[in-house]
């Protein structure tokens, strides 16, 4: 039984309901053509799942709402956007670190419990597949919240910020543009007040946060879908050069189903080698990600990029 038919039986039942025909589960089950037994699950499910008020009048041999003002959701699910909506919420907790907000949770508890019924429970969905994340920095519940409701209100964040490169705290003021989750760690693209810039703030890195009454407005001419895409990565700059990677014919055979960029450019040589060419903003991203490939890759471009990965290799070197 497909879910659009159940969640037709449920409207059916609701707008009898509504109007005052007190309908029963004799009346759900000929409408439907469905044995009694299951539109008496229809119905308990509708008054325990659903939390519809609904109350049987025996006088009457049928339901009525105990709350005139209850509306029941009018949304259809397909099961292909079931399974999507349980995927969603599978990516959110892990990606969370496992815990989500009260009301996020009370929200997937009441999708859950629809899923649960007549799909796949969240225990096959925990079994069918997760999310394994690396190397990324932990954020409570209390700070992401708090940057959560700034960036929703646009209100002004005062914050504690940890910088490891300087190995110091100190205190930001900023207008939360934009939070974004990258490789398993959040992040929040402000305006810092102090450094009269947009900054790139690591959530891991945030305490004493509070949210301020002041407002703010992002500025018409800033776009964070091209704030994204300019370069490779999450540092950004106004100074962007174009990186030309070299892979061996062997490594080759995993690099080229690979997307770095979207405005990447990709060309095969006679050996079988890769070449894979993209922008880039900075060096401190690429630098790494070059580095784990070892001797399967090599910089072509620019001069700058080969003379620095060529002096990160000689360190390493020394080390060994």
Same mark, same amino acid.
């Given at each position: 039984?497909?879910?659009?038919?159940?969640?037709?039986?449920?409207? $059916?039942?609701? +707008? @009898?309901?509504?109007?005052?025909?007190?309908?029963?589960?004799?009346?759900?089950?000929?409408?439907?053509?469905?044995?009694?037994?299951?539109?008496?699950?229809?119905?308990?499910?509708?008054?325990?799942?659903?939390? =519809?008020?609904?109350?049987?009048?025996?006088?009457?041999?049928?339901?009525?709402?105990?709350?005139?003002?209850?509306?029941?959701?009018?949304?259809?699910?397909?099961?292909?956007?079931?399974?999507?909506?349980?995927?969603?919420?599978?990516?959110?907790?892990?990606?969370?670190?496992?815990?989500?907000?009260?009301?996020?949770?009370?929200?997937?508890?009441?999708?859950?419990?629809?899923?649960?019924?007549?799909?796949?429970?969240?225990?096959?969905?925990?079994?069918?597949?997760?999310?394994?994340?690396?190397?990324?920095?932990?954020?409570?519940? @209390?700070?992401?919240?708090?940057?959560?409701?700034? =960036?929703?209100?646009?209100?002004?964040?005062?914050?504690?910020?940890?910088?490891?490169?300087?190995?110091?705290?100190?205190?930001?003021?900023?207008?939360?543009?934009?939070?974004?989750?990258?490789?398993?760690? $959040?992040?929040?693209?402000?305006? =810092?007040?102090?450094?009269? +810039?947009?900054?790139?703030?690591?959530?891991?890195?945030?305490?004493?946060?509070?949210?301020?009454?002041?407002?703010?407005?992002?500025?018409?001419?800033?776009?964070?879908?091209?704030?994204?895409?300019?370069?490779?990565?999450?540092?950004?700059?106004?100074?962007?050069?174009?990186?030309?990677?070299?892979? +061996?014919?062997?490594?080759?055979? $995993?690099?080229?189903?690979?997307? $770095?960029?979207?405005?990447?450019?990709?060309?095969?040589?006679?050996?079988?080698?890769?070449?894979?060419?993209?922008?880039?903003?900075?060096?401190?991203?690429?630098?790494?990600?070059?580095?784990?490939?070892?001797?399967?890759?090599?910089?072509?471009?620019?001069?700058?990029?080969?003379?620095?990965?060529?002096?990160?290799?000689?360190?390493?070197?020394?080390?060994?």
């Amino acid at each position: 039984m497909g879910i659009k038919n159940i969640y037709e039986r449920f409207i $059916w039942f609701d +707008s @009898q309901v509504r109007a005052k025909k007190y309908p029963n589960t004799t009346g759900l089950a000929n409408q439907f053509e469905i044995s009694t037994k299951t539109a008496q699950r229809d119905v308990e499910f509708m008054r325990d799942r659903l939390y =519809c008020p609904l109350e049987y009048d025996v006088s009457q041999k049928g339901y009525y709402y105990e709350d005139d003002t209850f509306t029941l959701p009018m949304v259809y699910f397909s099961s292909r956007e079931l399974s999507s909506l349980l995927i969603a919420k599978k990516m959110l907790q892990d990606a969370s670190g496992g815990y989500l907000g009260d009301e996020i949770s009370s929200i997937l508890e009441k999708i859950t419990n629809v899923l649960n019924k007549h799909m796949a429970t969240g225990d096959q969905v925990d079994d069918a597949f997760s999310f394994q994340l690396i190397e990324y920095s932990p954020v409570t519940e @209390q700070v992401f919240k708090a940057v959560l409701e700034a =960036c929703l209100k646009r209100n002004q964040l005062k914050f504690t910020y940890y910088s490891p490169a300087r190995d110091e705290k100190r205190e930001r003021a900023a207008d939360p543009y934009h939070l974004f989750n990258y490789m398993g760690t $959040w992040h929040l693209i402000a305006y =810092c007040h102090s450094r009269k +810039s947009i900054r790139d703030f690591a959530l891991g890195r945030i305490t004493d946060v509070a949210v301020l009454e002041e407002s703010f407005d992002k500025p018409q001419d800033f776009n964070m879908k091209d704030f994204f895409q300019t370069s490779f990565g999450i540092y950004k700059g106004k100074s962007i050069k174009e990186v030309t990677l070299r892979f +061996s014919p062997i490594k080759s055979r $995993w690099i080229r189903d690979q997307i $770095w960029h979207k405005d990447q450019k990709t060309k095969v040589l006679g050996d079988g080698s890769l070449e894979l060419t993209f922008p880039v903003a900075d060096f401190s991203e690429i630098k790494m990600e070059i580095l784990k490939h070892g001797d399967m890759v090599e910089v072509i471009k620019p001069k700058s990029l080969r003379s620095l990965i060529r002096t990160e290799a000689k360190k390493i070197t020394q080390i060994y």
